[in-house]
């Protein structure tokens, strides 16, 4: 595998049910974010991990919670959703150096239902 | 806080025609500047980026941008557009000295045979 990995592709779920969207970046990146990609709104920062340890949190409900436990995995939990947070879930990862300015590689995303 | 306008949502164009995508952001400091693309069932990827220097970046796929401090813009161009350039493109802007990326809301370019 190469470059940013992302499963499932596609997940589908009620709202009383707990699982688990996983990332994997094979760039030898240090930091690493969670995006939400709903339609027609800008894409949503919600959280960003520099070196394993959380840099961010964009006041995003605890409904969601995230895991890095190295700086090649990134998960993020998911329980008691609502409708509204079906969205593509994209996962990103740079250098994360001091200076900046480095591209970030996405992954493919995660589409996620909430019946 | 940072901000960027993509003014067009959609920007519909024929085959072989020339394009411009606008990109407008908030920030009167030092910024970075970034278009990304998005086709369709995919991730973002980087088509270019404005750090320093020259004001007009080029990129892949015979994409350029022009960097325009005066009017805080950051215009996206292509001379002649192929139908696989049907995407969706965002500008985004970052502080220097972070990798953290503030994006708009993007336009939708579709070419038309």
């Known amino acids: 595998e190469t470059g940013v990995t992302q499963t499932p592709r596609h997940l589908v779920m009620g709202m009383t049910n707990k699982k688990s969207l996983k990332c994997e970046q094979h760039l030898g990146h240090n930091a690493m974010y969670w995006y939400k990609q709903s339609a027609k709104k800008p894409l949503e920062l919600m959280f960003v991990y520099n070196f394993k340890e959380q840099t961010e949190n964009n006041s995003v409900p605890s409904r969601f919670s995230p895991e890095c436990p190295n700086s090649s995995h990134l998960f993020l939990h998911l329980h008691t959703l609502q409708p509204e947070d079906s969205a593509l879930y994209l996962c990103?990862?740079?250098?994360?150096?001091?200076?900046?300015?480095?591209?970030?590689?996405f992954g493919p995303g995660t589409r996620l239902t909430v019946l | 806080a940072q901000s960027v306008t993509q003014l067009d949502s959609q920007v519909p164009v024929f085959e072989e025609a020339p394009v411009e995508l606008r990109c407008n952001y908030s920030?009167?400091?030092?910024?970075?500047l970034f278009w990304y693309v998005q086709y369709p069932n995919q991730g973002l990827q980087l088509l270019l980026k404005y750090l320093s220097g020259s004001t007009l970046v080029k990129g892949i796929n015979g994409f350029e941008a022009e960097f325009n401090k005066s009017q805080t813009s950051f215009h996206l161009r292509k001379p002649s557009v192929h139908i696989s350039d049907t995407a969706e493109y965002f500008c985004a802007v970052s502080d220097p000295g972070t990798d953290k990326l503030i994006f708009g809301t993007g336009t939708r370019l579709q070419v038309f045979p």
């Open positions: 920030s009167s400091v030092s910024v970075y």
């Open positions: 990103a990862s740079s250098l994360g150096l001091a200076g900046g300015g480095n591209e970030q590689f």
